[in-house]
């Protein structure tokens, strides 16, 4: 079953221009993770964000989670074109049931 | 360090026949899971082994299954195949799955005619 879902489902902006995505989930969870898969590959993680942390830092790329509201952000900031790709959410309930993921959103960055 | 390599890339089989697919892990990590990737459904978990034994499986039918070698390299087996089992199936390897980044493998396409 989905638990996490991405909003928007799909998102184009112009090269240079920043890129937010959004996930909602709906259980507690013990930390929320975002991936990127391009197309016909494997997923790539980005970043890992634990449930007691509010916001973390990757080069690029800004996740914050919001536990009250069970939700997160991925934000990527001055966007390129090999920033084409379908992001993921996956929550981690640290149960039986592995990672749940969202449907994704895709990110089409025009050049 | 090599990533998780999976093999085959991509397979085509017919109704009621079986496949094997096989996924090696980075080095050192002793925790496989299996996804199944489709258009309809997105990512769906499907199994977890850890040190030769299932941990976790998903809610897919007793025609999946898998196992773990004493290396931690995994297989995963469907039996009689369906059309609806066409889709990318993705391994996914971490030192141990609890709270940790899932690397993943580029998938073995798997088309069902």
């Known amino acids: 079953s989905q638990q996490g879902e991405e909003d928007p489902q799909a998102l184009s902006i112009q090269e240079g221009e920043n890129a937010t995505m959004n996930c909602s989930y709906k259980?507690?969870?013990?930390?929320l993770q975002w991936y990127r898969q391009n197309s016909g590959r494997g997923l790539v993680h980005l970043i890992l964000i634990r449930s007691n942390e509010r916001e973390k830092h990757s080069g690029r790329l800004r996740v914050t989670l919001d536990t009250s509201k069970k939700s997160s952000s991925l934000l990527i900031t001055a966007s390129r074109a090999a920033d084409t790709a379908s992001y993921f959410c996956?929550?981690?309930?640290?149960?039986?049931?592995?990672?749940?993921f969202g449907k994704g959103t895709h990110l089409i960055i025009q050049p | 360090k090599a990533g998780v390599t999976q093999t085959p890339r991509y397979l085509i089989k017919t109704r009621g026949q079986q496949v094997t697919l096989s996924c090696s892990p980075i080095?050192?990590?002793?925790?496989v899971s299996w996804y199944q990737q489709t258009p309809g459904q997105g990512l769906q978990f499907l199994f977890e082994y850890f040190s030769e034994t299932q941990r976790n499986k998903g809610n897919f039918p007793g025609r999946f299954s898998g196992r773990q070698f004493s290396n931690s390299r995994s297989e995963m087996n469907v039996s009689t195949l369906e059309l609806g089992d066409s889709a990318l199936y993705l391994c996914?390897?971490?030192?141990?799955?609890?709270?940790?980044?899932?690397?993943f493998g580029d998938g073995t396409r798997l088309s069902i005619l």
């Open positions: 996914a390897s971490s030192p141990d799955h609890s709270n940790q980044p899932q690397h």
């Open positions: 259980t507690s969870i013990n930390n």
């Open positions: 080095s050192g990590h002793r925790s």
């Open positions: 996956a929550t981690d309930e640290g149960g039986a049931d592995g990672l749940t």
